[in-house]
T-cell receptor, first 112, second 115 residues
Framework: DAKTTQPPSMDCAEGRAANLPCNHS???????VYWYRQIHSQGPQYIIHGLKNNETNEMASLIITEDRKSSTLILPHATLRDTAVYYCIVRAISYNTDKLIFGTGTRLQVFP | GAGVSQTPSNKVTEKGKYVELRCDPISGHTALYWYRQSLGQGPEFLIY????????DSGLPNDRFFAVRPEGSVSTLKIQRTERGDSAVYLC?????????????FGSGTRLTVV
């Protein structure tokens, strides 16, 4: 199974862009990159996912390198409510499985 | 319901006892997943259901753990002869189907403490 590596913590000023990096150098060609976040005492919340193209939605943007060995989650205008643990995840799907392989996450602290 | 519901939210049990954790997925979601999250760690996969059948139970740590989903909706995770190392938050998630690539919806979890 592919695994992900993330910095354990990051800080970001409110209103600025938060760029969260992730390495997934052993990802397979048919495995997707997903990002979730988790606020204390809650279940993980889906943010965005991608295969090889960059993606954007109302929450964030996902930039995946051409070789797919790393990606960056971008929160364009961080708010205090974005303080959470952010997980970069590989989703393994086949005829007999569908599972998210979580790493240890990045604790993002947004400060005023 | 509007989201994935897990009951109880907290469970304290004595070592050696049997426990059941319940998950009510979002109505119409055919895929259901169980994960376990230890303190300070990311969630770890336990089991995946597609409909009533367990398509992948490779994450269950040993034969003390078992999960069912008899009617393709509600699921129960069962732990026999609980050990202190089983203490964790048990998360349930559901999705429309495993072929859809949207994200899963997670519940808030059941915090299990074995004393």
């Amino acid at each position: 199974d592919a695994k992900t590596t993330q910095p354990p913590s990051m800080d970001c000023a409110e209103g600025r862009a938060a760029n969260l990096p992730c390495n997934h150098s052993t990802i397979s060609g048919n495995e997707y990159v997903y990002w979730y976040r988790q606020i204390h005492s809650q279940g993980p919340q889906y943010i965005i996912h991608g295969l090889k193209n960059n993606e954007t939605n109302e929450m964030a943007s996902l930039i995946i390198t051409e070789d797919r060995k790393s990606s960056t989650l971008i929160l364009p205008h961080a708010t205090l409510r974005d303080t959470a643990v952010y997980y970069c995840i590989v989703r393994a799907i086949s005829y007999n499985t569908d599972k998210l392989i979580f790493g240890t996450g990045t604790r993002l602290q947004v400060f005023p | 319901g509007a989201g994935v519901s897990q009951t109880p939210s907290n469970k304290v049990t004595e070592k050696g006892k049997y426990v059941e954790l319940r998950c009510d997925p979002i109505s119409g979601h055919t895929a259901l997943y169980w994960y376990r999250q230890s303190l300070g760690q990311g969630p770890e996969f336990l089991i995946y259901f597609q409909g009533t059948g367990a398509a992948d139970d490779s994450g269950l740590p040993n034969d003390r753990f078992f999960a069912v989903r008899p009617e393709g909706s509600v699921s129960t995770l069962k732990i026999q002869r609980t050990e202190r190392g089983d203490s964790a938050v048990y998360l349930c998630a559901s999705s429309v189907s495993s072929t859809g690539l949207g994200g899963y919806t997670f519940g808030s979890g059941t915090r299990l403490t074995v004393v």
